[in-house]
Structures are given as C-alpha cells and as structure tokens.
C-alpha cells in the first residue's frame, strides 16, 4: 500500500491571521523572508508558507521569532495566539 502526503487543501483562518501576524512582525523588524527563515533554521519556502496560513506556526519557533524581530517571546507570543475575551 503506497503511503500519500497529507496535505490541506484549503487554509485554517487562524493559520491565516497567525501567519498574516508573523508577516507584520517580520516587516516592523525591516527583515527579508529569506533573512528570518535562516534566523529560525527554516527555508524561505517554508516561511511563505507559515506567513500564508499554508501550515500552522510551531511553539518551539516564537523565541528565535521573538529574537530576530526584537520582541520579548511573551509578547511575540501574545501577538500571535491572542487569548479571546473573557
């Protein structure tokens, strides 16, 4: 049996507005895509992807994010996954 790939079709609207979060931050800091996915250890493909809510944005990489664009983790963190009102 030949194993597939899974793959989402379409974009979660979370992914998308993380994503479209990481954009602002990675702008705010004047940083090329390619600049920030070496920073993180990533591929600029693999950006483009995070920043168009393509694929969800892993935990492990809000510090290196929180590093590179000049934020604490805590606030780059918050930025990203706002908590709903209570």
Same mark, same amino acid.
């Given at each position: 049996?030949?194993?597939h790939r899974s793959?989402?079709? @379409?974009?979660?609207?979370? !992914?998308?507005?993380?994503?479209?979060?990481?954009?602002?931050?990675?702008?705010?800091? =004047? #940083? *090329? @895509?390619? !600049? #920030?996915?070496?920073?993180?250890?990533?591929?600029t493909r693999t950006?483009?992807?995070?920043?168009?809510?393509?694929? *969800?944005?892993?935990?492990? #990489?809000? =510090?290196? #994010?929180?590093?590179?664009?000049?934020?604490?983790?805590? !606030?780059?963190?918050? =930025?990203?996954? *706002?908590?709903p009102s209570t």
């Amino acid at each position: 049996m030949a194993r597939h790939r899974s793959y989402r079709v @379409q974009p979660v609207i979370e !992914d998308q507005l993380i994503g479209a979060r990481i954009r602002e931050l990675r702008k705010g800091a =004047s #940083l *090329p @895509q390619a !600049d #920030l996915a070496k920073r993180l250890g990533i591929t600029t493909r693999t950006l483009g992807r995070y920043e168009r809510g393509e694929r *969800p944005f892993p935990a492990n #990489l809000v =510090s290196p #994010l929180a590093e590179a664009v000049g934020v604490t983790p805590h !606030d780059c963190a918050a =930025s990203i996954w *706002p908590h709903p009102s209570t």
